[in-house]
């Protein structure tokens, strides 16, 4: 077990969410799998959703049952439309409703401007912010149908948008990246201000540098490392769990207040720590 494991067993209340019925996207590896496991620690039922990895998303399926809770594994492309709805037809069908969405599915495809195609550009924008907006439309429609349910939560709805800090700080390289999730926070910020009326709760999250695969060469060396934390005001790379209790957090009733807000979760990255001597 690692430590970052560890933590999560002691720190998420284990009937916080209970009752309530998850959906993560991209949740078969990173911060999707630690989110996916996080709500089900917390007494959430949840679907794990991928794109590929059908292996490793029901291998996370069989990790959140073994707390006594349903899960299953589904595979949907969040950004086509068909597959979309049919996973929330297939959620309701199953499980009866939908109370949570962490909409995580994302990517990268990195090139400098004059090199990047027009199909890494679509790509990333289609998945990142396309696929976010298909889903958060689909679980609303739920939500609205539905209402709020007083024994289960005091809203009738959460999305919890995934973003990046890179919302907010621009990145060389990754002009797609840093696009689409600055799209996310708008995104985010609209829908919670149109569905706030209706007790649905929209938040978004924006993780800093954390410890996934997808960019394992910033940290695995410790030179690597060594460089990624001149970044860092806190001094620590972060771990997936990080993001996991935010989303839990932000998708319980200990949060009923909070709407339309980006929690960043992110040791200090966005203080801008170059200027901490002046600039």
Known sequence: MSSAEGRSQKVIPSQLLRGQKALVTGANSGIGKATA??????????????????????????????????????????????????????????????DILVANAGL??????????????????????????????????????????????????????????????????????????????????????????????VNGIAPGAIKTPINRSAWETPEAERDLLRLIPYGRVGDAEDIAYAAVSLASDLMDYVVGTTLYVDGGMTLFPGFATGG
């Open 108 to 201: 990268q495809r990195d090139a400098l401007l004059a090199d990047m195609t027009l199909a890494q550009w679509q790509k990333v924008l289609d998945v990142n912010l396309t696929g976010q907006f298909l889903c958060a439309r689909e679980a609303t429609k739920e939500f609205l149908r539905r209402g709020v349910v007083p024994e289960v939560s005091r809203s009738a709805g959460k999305i919890i948008c995934m973003s990046s800090v890179h919302q907010l700080i621009p990145w060389t390289g990754h002009v797609n990246y840093a696009a689409s999730k600055g799209g996310v926070q708008m995104l985010m910020q609209t829908l919670a201000q149109e569905l706030a009326p209706k007790r649905i709760r």
């Open 37 to 98: 496991i996080g709500l089900g620690r917390a007494g959430a039922d949840v679907v794990v959703n991928y794109v590929t990895g059908r292996d490793e998303a029901e291998k996370v399926a069989e990790e959140i049952s073994s707390f006594g809770v349903r899960a299953a594994a589904y595979e949907a492309d969040v950004s086509e439309e068909g597959q979309v709805v049919a996973m929330m037809e297939w959620m309701i069908a199953e499980f009866g409703t939908i």
